[in-house]
């Protein structure tokens, strides 16, 4: 799948992001890039994606789905087993790490525990012969950033698992590289400090305005994050997008899948008409859906729903999907109540209701009736 010449938005030459679109410049280029570990199978399959100066663009998908090794390979902690990797134009496939000049932070945050805050990050100036004055006003500047500048003389061992993560991020930006990779950072973090280091990290890249590439398993991160989002499968690009687009127009049935929650039902299409279409149901329900990619009169497909967008009880009429179904199970999540009906031949739609005006008076066993939209309900070829 080719990703050459798409755009993204973020920030550039210390704009916010969103006051001024990316100039479209690309930084980084695979082209036609494999990857093969045992000379058999390819893990990496014939990838083509640019990536543009001063976006976030993250690499997205289950574990073995090839996103790790594509940001080993351009760190060059991997070798591509054919096709090029460029850098700024020139290739890098056969350059070695500590010539590429690109910022990296791990999981595991890779901190030496032997040395202080300040020579941790001394430590990548020294290697590329930085003054002593220079590296001095580095390091003060860059744990200024982070906000840990009164932390600079302890040891990785007296920091919290938040404070190690922001001094491994501050030692990749220290030099200030162009690009800085991210291989799943937030993963070893609770909930809530993840959720905050993914603002954190969100703004930084507005502020500084490099080039981010992140790794991450996790699709509300790639959602809170990105730009863009590549979402891998299999050693292929399924979907390159924002994350309004992956979330809303989700091109294959694995997408929408991964990306958010997602209701699936299965039929085949019994008729095409303009705008949408009809499925049939194997449980004989005739449903109308929009078509996205979908093969033709009786071709299978799996019809998406997302829980947000299914409504119980609506007025007759109001949708031109309207079935009767039985309220199975309520689970109360505080800003919402998840409402599992029983439907269509299906004993699982979960449909979303707000609780702003209250918990809904729905109880297990009572009848409803549930409907959504054309537009909402897409027909993808399973």
Not at 309 to 332: A, C, H, T, W
Request: charged share 20%; proline share 5%; aromatic share 6%.
């Amino acid at each position: 799948m080719s990703a050459h010449g798409q755009a993204a938005g973020g920030k550039l030459g210390g704009q916010k992001l969103g006051s001024q679109k990316l100039d479209g410049k690309t930084l980084v280029r695979f082209k036609e890039v494999q990857k093969s570990y045992d000379g058999e199978t390819l893990v990496v399959k014939r990838l083509n994606l640019d990536i543009q100066q001063g976006e976030f663009l993250t690499l997205l998908g289950p574990s073995g789905s090839g996103k790790t090794t594509t940001l080993m390979m351009l760190a060059g902690f991997e070798t591509p087993t054919h096709g090029e990797i460029e850098l700024n134009g020139s290739s890098i496939t056969h350059m070695p790490p500590e010539k590429r000049n690109i910022g990296m932070v791990f999981q595991n945050y890779a901190l030496f525990p032997h040395m202080t805050v300040a020579e941790n990050l001394a430590f990548p100036l020294e290697v590329r012969k930085y003054n002593k004055a220079d590296i001095q006003a580095r390091i003060r500047k860059s744990l200024e950033m982070v906000r840990l500048d009164a932390f600079a003389n302890r040891r990785p061992g007296q920091l919290s698992g938040g404070q190690q993560q922001r001094v491994a991020l501050a030692r990749a930006l220290v030099f200030e590289p162009e690009l800085v990779l991210m291989d799943e950072p937030l993963g070893a973090l609770d909930k809530q400090l993840r959720e905050h280091m993914q603002i954190e990290i969100r703004h930084l890249h507005q502020d500084l305005g490099i080039t981010v590439v992140y790794v991450t398993h996790d699709q509300s991160e790639a959602l809170t994050m990105s730009d863009r989002i590549a979402v891998f499968n299999d050693g292929i690009i399924h979907q390159l997008a924002s994350p309004a687009e992956l979330y809303e127009r989700p091109s294959n049935a694995f997408v929408a899948q991964f990306i958010g929650e997602n209701n699936r039902l299965h039929g085949k299409v019994a008729e095409l008409n303009g705008h949408g279409c009809t499925v049939e149901l194997s449980a004989g329900f005739n449903v109308q859906a929009l078509p996205v990619n979908v093969d033709g009169q009786g071709s299978p497909v799996t019809l998406s729903l997302r829980p947000e967008r299914l409504k119980l009880d609506p007025q007759d009429g109001s949708m031109p999907n309207l079935f009767n179904g039985e309220v199975v199970e309520l689970i109360y999540l505080g800003d919402h109540t998840r409402v599992r009906v029983a439907a269509c031949g299906a004993d699982d739609l979960i449909v979303k209701v707000p609780n702003s005006e209250g918990v809904p008076a729905y109880r297990p066993g009572q009848p409803v009736r549930i409907g959504w939209r054309l537009e909402d309900c897409r027909a993808l070829a399973s």
